[in-house]
Each structure stands twice: as structure tokens, then as C-alpha cells.
């Protein structure tokens, strides 16, 4: 059977085949535009973590290099040129020594490239590499080899530094002695401010006979001798410091008329102080000014502490000027040479018709009305006081030589400090147990200060041993002479706060987070003050 010819076959066939492939060309177009659409989606999700995780990782990677750490780190090239260079420095001294100048100028040459490339590491917060570390460590180590073999072995080296370390040691300590002793004479200097207005006062004290009249007549008021009153006492030479206790304290009573301020002074501030406690207001509160210059029964007869105030060679050891390093200069304060400071310890005495009194010191603000003071329980003891042995080194051994056995055999070395500055007597138990007596015996047997240093508080702690009740130590909170970093809830709770230390409050050397706390109770409206701070 014959096949037919080309022009008569079925077109039908070929135009079916057209459309296969037309069909199947689509398909491979749609396939190729979805797996691109599918690829560029992926990329976008893969992408994005990725730049998110480079996101969190770049901080760490240009975070500075703590250099510290790294100069520290034993497997580091910073330390090993530092080590190096502390060899070497050694060996410089060594070498000067023995007038090798020559090695010396090259150790110290090495030292300062050193140095030069550990300040560059630090700066650029990046690891020293070993491109630079390595020439300086070859020519350190050289050196140091060179030293060696001029006979400065180990042996020569350490007996230097030994007594280089010991002469460094004797100038720090120099230092800090001297340091002490500008500090306590920075401490108790009188400001120029104070002294003018003493002069000032004085003045008017002088020039006025009806100043004298006046504190004459208040000599004799009922209410100086009154017990239905309150009682204060305060024994100082500073007038400003006083003025700032008595102040604080009407300011914040709740009946300051009331209150009864007994001050005693010395004769160089007596006039001064007149003028001003009798020429202000104190909310209608009475204050007496006494000078210790009349008590004319506190003499050497009769007190053991009078005869060795007196004492030349007491004398000589505070106003000799003796650098004798190896005594504490805080001993050698000349405040332990004034009576004033000792006065707390006549109280009856001074007060023969009183049965109850606050003892202050002129160093404390008051921030409560202390009435309630009064209405205290003592238990039958004769001192108030806060305790202060929260700290452990407040305990007895801390004040008292225990290995006298007058000491050792009588006290109890754990037993618990307590602060003078704000304390609450009894004036009847203190005469029935009869305390002063306790405490000429104590100082008589001080004499050769071998039982205690100087001050009043390790006398205290002897005289009232036993006969001392606890106070809340919200009543009293020391330190604010010393210690910048006192908790302002126990400050703002405290009812006396005490500046206790060097850094009063009146000094320029205070503490300025807290001398707010006493500026607030000092008269700067007061001409003479105005005029002192200004000339």
C-alpha cells in the first residue's frame, strides 16, 4: 500500500505537536519563575537572622580590652613585660649602686619603651601583639642577663630590695604621721570667722557695763536650780558650736521655755560668750554662762587631773613639738589639756541643787525634743548612754590595758563601749555611789599613763563601770565627723547627731554632706557674723 504523498497528510497531527510544545514551554516558564519566587523568598528569611545575630555580635566585638585583666592574665605579653620591667627597675637601683651608670642608662632606656607600649595597648584597648612585644622582651631579658653575669644574683638583688622596701616603708609611715598631725592642726585652729567674732563680742562685752549688769542679775534666777525644769550642760571654749546646740535644741522642743542651759567657759571667751547668748533669743529658754576661772575649789589639792595638767613634763610632751613617731598623734591633742574637756566628771559638784542634767557636747546637733530624756527609767544607774560596741572594736579591751592587772582583774575586756557627747545623769546616784571619787582614783592611778592613753572616755569607762544604762542608739548617732557614708535613714531618725572626729562642721576640712545639718542652726543674720565672713 502506497503512502501518501507529503501535501495530503493530516495537518491535524502537526498542529496537536504545536501545542505540546507550546504547552509544555509554559510550564517550564511558570516552573522557572516560581523557583526563582521561592529562592529570593529564602534568601530573605536566611538573610535576615543573620543580620540580626551580626547585630548582637557586633558590640562584643568593639568592646574595649579590659587591660586590667589583661595585664594580669598569666599567658599574656603584658605581663610578661611588666614582670620584666619590674626586674629590671630593680636592677637600675642595683646598678646605680655600684656606679655601673652605663647599664643603668640602658635598663632605664628598655624600661621607658616598655611602659611606652603598654600605655599605647592600653589606650587602643587592644592586646599587646607579638610584633612589638617580642624586640623589647629580647633586649630586656639581655640586659637583665648582663646584670646577672656583673655579679647582682639573686642573693645581692633581694637584700636591696629588701632595704629599699623597709626605707620606703619608714617614709610612708612618716608621711602618715605627718599627714595625721596637719589634719589635727587643721582641726584645731580657730577660723579666722570664729576669732573675729569673739574679738567683736569682746568689744561690746567691755563697752558695755549694762552686759555685766544684766548677766549679774541672771546669776541669781530660781530657775537655774529649778528640777521641775530641764537641764543641759555644755562645756566648751567654741562659741559658735555652742550656739548651734542650744539653737537646735529650742528649735526643736516642744516646750523650749522650759529648758535651762548651763555653759561653762574659759576666761579668754567668757565676755564674748555673755554678749552673745545674753543679746539673742532663745525661744524663752534661760542660759547660764559660768567661767571655769571661779570655780576656785577645782585645784590641784583636790583634783588629781588638775595636778597633772599642771604637770611640766605634761606639758612638754603636748607643746614641746616632739616627732616621737612611734606615739599616736592623736594623743598628743592639746584638747586633753584643757579642763573643760574634764569638767563631765564634776557635774554634782558644779550643780550641787540639781538632781538630773543632759550632758552635750558642742559638736552635736539636735534633731528631737529631748524632754523625754528626762523621763528616762535608769534602773538606779548614773549614766545614759548609747552603746557603741555594734562595731567590735568599741569594747573595753580597745580603750584599756588588760595585761596590767589593776585592769585585767576588775573589767570585763568584752564589755561594750558607750559615747560621751549625749548622755542623760542622774546627779543623786552619781553622789550616793560617788563617782567623782571614782575617778580621781583611776586618774591617780594613771599617772604614768600605763593603763590607759589620754581622753575622758577610757576614764569613763572605768568610773561608771556598772553603773551605765543603755540608751536606743536612735537617741545618738556619732561619726559625722569621720565617716562620709552614714546611712541618711539613721541620720534623719537620730535625735542627737554628733560630729565626732576631725572634720567638724565648722572647719572647712567638714564633711560637706553634712554640714547642712549644722548650718541650719547657726544666726548668719547676725551683723558680727555677716561682717566676719565677709571681711
Known amino acids: 500500500m502506497r503512502r501518501r504523498a507529503a501535501d495530503h497528510r493530516r495537518p491535524v497531527r502537526r498542529r496537536i505537536s504545536y501545542w505540546i510544545w507550546a504547552l509544555l514551554g509554559f510550564f517550564c516558564f511558570a516552573a522557572l519563575f516560581l523557583f526563582v519566587l521561592l529562592h529570593s523568598h529564602n534568601e530573605d528569611q536566611v538573610v535576615q537572622p543573620i543580620q540580626e545575630e551580626d547585630e548582637t555580635v557586633e558590640p562584643v566585638v568593639r568592646a574595649r580590652l579590659n587591660f586590667t585583666e589583661e595585664i594580669l592574665s598569666p599567658m599574656s605579653l603584658a605581663r610578661q613585660l611588666a614582670e620584666q620591667m619590674t626586674l629590671a627597675k630593680a636592677y637600675v637601683i642595683i646598678a646605680k649602686e655600684h656606679s655601673n651608670l652605663q647599664l643603668a642608662w640602658e635598663l632605664s632606656s628598655k624600661i621607658r619603651s616598655c611602659q611606652l607600649l603598654l600605655s599605647k595597648a592600653a589606650m587602643r584597648g587592644e592586646p599587646v601583639s607579638l610584633e612589638e612585644a617580642e624586640p623589647i622582651i629580647k633586649s630586656l631579658s639581655s640586659l637583665i642577663f648582663k646584670a646577672q653575669d656583673a655579679h647582682y644574683d639573686i642573693a645581692t638583688t633581694i637584700m636591696t630590695m629588701k632595704s629599699h622596701i623597709q626605707a620606703l616603708q619608714e617614709r610612708a609611715h612618716a608621711a602618715t604621721v605627718q599627714s595625721t598631725i596637719f589634719g589635727q592642726l587643721a582641726a584645731e585652729a580657730l577660723p579666722k570667722t570664729l576669732h573675729c567674732l569673739n574679738v567683736k563680742l569682746l568689744s561690746d562685752w567691755l563697752k558695755r557695763p549694762s552686759l555685766q549688769q544684766l548677766a549679774d542679775e541672771r546669776k541669781n534666777s530660781p530657775r537655774l536650780v529649778d528640777n521641775n525644769l530641764y537641764h543641759f550642760c555644755i562645756f566648751s571654749d567654741n562659741l559658735l558650736a555652742v550656739s548651734a546646740v542650744v539653737n537646735s535644741t529650742v528649735m526643736n ?7 535651762v542651759f548651763h555653759i561653762v567657759t574659759n576666761g579668754v571667751n567668757y565676755g564674748a560668750m555673755q554678749t552673745w547668748f545674753l543679746s539673742n533669743d532663745f525661744k524663752g529658754s534661760t542660759v547660764e554662762v559660768q567661767n571655769i576661772e571661779d570655780f576656785t575649789w577645782l585645784n590641784a589639792s583636790y583634783s588629781p587631773v588638775v595636778r597633772q595638767l599642771l604637770d611640766p613634763n605634761s606639758q612638754a610632751y603636748y607643746f614641746g613639738g616632739s616627732q616621737d613617731f612611734n606615739v ?25 541643787q540639781l538632781e538630773k542634767v543632759v550632758f552635750l557636747d558642742d559638736d552635736v546637733v539636735i534633731q528631737k525634743d529631748l524632754t523625754p530624756l528626762f523621763s528616762l527609767d535608769l534602773h538606779g544607774n548614773v549614766n545614759g548612754a548609747v552603746e557603741t560596741c555594734l562595731e567590735a572594736f ?20 568584752q564589755a561594750c563601749g558607750w559615747a560621751f557627747g549625749m548622755n542623760v545623769f542622774d546627779l543623786i546616784a552619781w553622789r550616793k555611789a560617788n563617782v567623782t571619787m571614782r575617778y580621781h582614783y583611776w586618774q591617780e592611778q594613771n599617772s604614768d599613763q600605763l593603763l590607759w592613753k ?3 572616755l577610757p576614764a569613763g569607762l572605768l568610773s561608771f563601770y556598772g553603773l551605765t544604762e543603755p540608751l536606743d542608739r536612735r537617741w545618738h548617732v556619732l561619726g559625722l565627723g569621720y565617716d562620709p557614708s552614714i546611712d541618711n535613714r539613721l541620720i534623719e531618725s537620730a535625735a542627737v547627731i554628733h560630729f565626732n572626729g576631725n572634720m567638724k562642721p565648722w572647719l572647712k576640712l567638714g564633711i560637706a554632706r553634712y554640714r547642712p545639718l549644722w ?17
Open 394 to 413: 568599741h569594747r573595753y579591751y580597745k580603750y584599756l590595758n588588760f595585761s596590767n592587772p589593776m585592769i585585767s582583774s576588775k573589767f570585763d575586756p
Open 454 to 456: 589620754l581622753g575622758t
Open 328 to 352: 599616736e598623734p592623736k594623743f598628743r591633742n592639746p584638747k586633753y589639756m584643757s579642763l573643760l574637756n574634764h569638767l563631765r566628771f564634776y557635774i554634782p559638784e558644779i550643780y550641787p
Open 253 to 259: 522642743a516642744d516646750h523650749p521655755k522650759q529648758f
Open 519 to 535: 548650718d541650719r542652726y547657726v544666726n548668719q543674720s547676725h551683723k558680727y557674723l555677716q561682717d566676719c565672713v565677709t571681711s
